[in-house]
């Protein structure tokens, strides 16, 4: 059993445009409790921040970059261990307008909120198809455990299941006490902001290289 731990930044469920975030990146790493602590207590002594819980942008502020440069580098802790799918919301919303009426003729905003109107619940969020694609990343059956989503019902987990006969087990937990979660969510934050700041005409391409060989989406062509 391969157990991949998950978080994801720019969730805004089914609103694709006009929200907050441009991009969805969902994380998945493959570490033990002990190898994530020790990932974890090792960005405290280097950051040396008073906050009880870190976040991506601890990482990305300038002048901590050598500690985001030793995160994402190949002698890190992240180095074949870790996944993270980059998804362009609009580019996202705008291939299902294509697939549902043959090409994009409006605004999407307003295919969104058709869509979203005359489609089952949660088909539009990027979340779901974002684990489908993380199962198949890793070989063998997969257990999930991911960080607590409202979305990610009973339901919604059974359905997944399904369309995913290798994933044997999803479960939800607090961040705060899985240190592999805060992990995920490391990387899915500093991949979200680093691409949201390419999408806007400031490309880093120092992290940029650093994040290709994690990457599924924008950068992996």
């Not at 700041?197 to 989406?217: A, K, Q, S, T």
Request: glycine share 8%; net charge neutral.
């Amino acid at each position: 059993m391969v157990e991949i731990a998950c978080d994801e930044s720019g969730s805004e469920g089914e609103k694709l445009v006009g929200g907050v975030t441009a991009v969805f990146a969902h994380a998945g790493v493959r570490m033990t409790h002990e190898d994530a602590g020790a990932c974890v207590a090792e960005l405290r002594s280097m950051i040396k921040s008073p906050a009880v819980e870190y976040k991506a942008n601890h990482l990305l502020r300038q002048k901590n970059r050598w500690v985001l440069l030793w995160f994402l580098g190949p002698s890190g802790p992240l180095a074949g261990r870790a996944r993270v799918q980059l998804v362009d919301k609009r580019q996202f919303l705008a291939s299902r307008v294509r697939a549902e009426f043959g090409a994009v003729t409006g605004p999407l905003e307003l295919y969104n909120d058709l869509l979203r109107a005359r489609g089952p619940r949660g088909a539009l969020d990027p979340l779901f198809p974002a684990i489908l694609r993380a199962v198949a990343q890793w070989r063998g059956p997969v257990s999930i455990v991911h960080d607590q989503q409202l979305s990610l019902t009973d339901g919604r987990i059974r359905q997944l299941k399904k369309l995913a006969p290798r994933l044997e087990d999803l479960t939800l937990v607090d961040s705060q006490y899985d240190a592999r979660v805060q992990v995920a969510d490391f990387l899915a934050g500093i991949a979200r902001r680093v691409a949201e700041e390419e999408l806007h005409g400031r490309p880093d391409h120092e992290v940029i290289e650093l994040l290709r060989p994690f990457v599924m989406g924008m950068w992996d062509a």
